[in-house]
């Protein structure tokens, strides 16, 4: 809810009217006009006796008689739909903080802790740290293999085969006397065995094996290794340092569900205790608190010269003042007819003069520190009374 200025709304006291047309405010989006003159609520939504009678078009008909106010002027509060804690919002803030809290829980309990321990097989159940652990120890237990299995085979084949030095040792055998054994090797085998050292030798590959370039293509074991490793190499790449024993997670990308369950709240934040307060005052009498001032001010001036102002007295205000003109004054007709506006004010109203028109027995009130900020203006005789504090 804002304070909203209802200059141009014409309060008409005998027909308890307030006319809306010549301002771009919708009627039913005010919630309460205070009638300064009298410091008076004439209209307030759910309130008994201060609500509407109707509204027809721009025209908003009032429950309070205003017969005996003077027309204005008048200050309006309207809610502009702007940081309203409605308890449906509320409502709202409160689910969707819920569901934050839950998720970040899942993410954490998801990723785990640097302590988490790898699970005991590749399908086992275990958080992104524990499985992360699993991978790295499969991988150097892998890399340990090939590294071996590299360093003992031959550079290339000899004739499709894998070439065997035994020189290294005298090889004293003989087999001419010694039966073979059931299943032996002999000539007619040799083929056999040949061929299949050939497919082995073609399966695992040779070290300058290329990327197959994808995952499902045909390659030797060394290409796939070297597939995997330089996935494995991405993926590290991909992987941040640890801080504090956690993996950094950007999530700037998207809008992230948060819970400030825990949170301090910033100063002057909305909490239930603070709406309820505000709802139970709205449902009350709304009071307007003022500075009570030490004293108050009252006098007369008297217009010496036709169409020369005269200033009122150098007086210190905390409330401000209102200005009555006399009931005898002259009429707004005359050739000078009274005003009252800032210093030096003259008794021009064709709409360019500077003062506001005060027809005999017509008062208005401004919010100043010092008197002397208001001057009157009109017919020589014509006298203005004031009092303020």
């Known amino acids: 809810m804002k304070q909203i200025d209802l200059t141009g709304v014409v309060l008409n006291p005998a027909a308890g009217t307030l006319d809306f047309s010549s301002v771009n405010i919708d009627p039913r989006t005010v919630l309460a006009v205070l009638h300064e003159p009298t410091n008076q609520w004439i209209y307030a939504v759910g309130r008994r006796g201060l609500g509407r009678k109707s509204i027809n078009g721009a025209v908003l008909t009032l429950v309070f008689r205003t017969a005996a106010l003077s027309p204005g002027p008048i200050i309006g509060f309207r809610d502009d739909g702007v940081d309203v804690a409605s308890d449906v919002r509320l409502e709202a803030c409160r689910a969707l903080l819920a569901t934050g809290n839950v998720t970040l829980s899942n993410i954490s309990t998801g990723i785990g802790t640097p302590a988490d321990a790898a699970p005991g097989s590749d399908a086992g159940a275990g958080s992104l740290i524990a499985k992360l652990t699993r991978l790295l120890g499969t991988q150097t237990g892998i890399a340990t293999v090939l590294a071996a299995i590299r360093d003992r085979l031959p550079a290339a084949l000899v004739g499709g085969r894998l070439s065997v030095d035994g020189s290294g040792v005298t090889q004293p055998i003989s087999a001419v006397a010694l039966p073979l054994p059931a299943g032996a090797a002999t ?23 290329t990327d197959p370039g994808s995952d499902t293509a045909p390659g030797s074991v060394l290409a796939l290794l070297r597939r995997g490793l330089g996935n494995w190499t991405a993926l590290l790449a991909r992987v941040p340092a640890l801080v504090a024993g956690r993996i950094p997670v950007d999530g700037s990308g998207v809008t992230q569900p948060i819970s400030a369950a825990g949170l301090p709240l910033p100063a002057g934040a909305a909490t239930d205790a603070k709406s309820e307060a505000i709802r139970a005052l709205l449902a009350g009498t709304l009071k307007v608190a003022t500075p009570i001032p030490a004293s108050i001010v009252t006098g007369q001036v008297k217009i010496a010269t036709t169409g020369t102002a005269v200033a009122l007295p150098n007086v210190a205000l905390v409330n401000g003042i209102v200005v009555k003109a006399k009931t005898s004054n002259a009429a707004q007709t005359s050739a000078a007819p009274g005003v009252v506006g800032p210093v030096g004010v003259t008794t021009v109203i064709d709409g360019t003069g500077p003062g506001y028109p005060l027809a005999p027995g017509e008062a208005a009130s401004f919010a100043c520190s010092n008197a002397n900020a208001v001057s009157v203006n009109g017919t020589a005789g014509d006298v203005f009374f004031y009092e303020g504090n």
Do not use: H, R
């Open 187 to 209: 000539s007619a085998l040799q083929g056999t065995g040949n061929a299949t050292l050939s497919n082995l030798s073609t399966g695992l590959g040779t070290p300058s094996d």
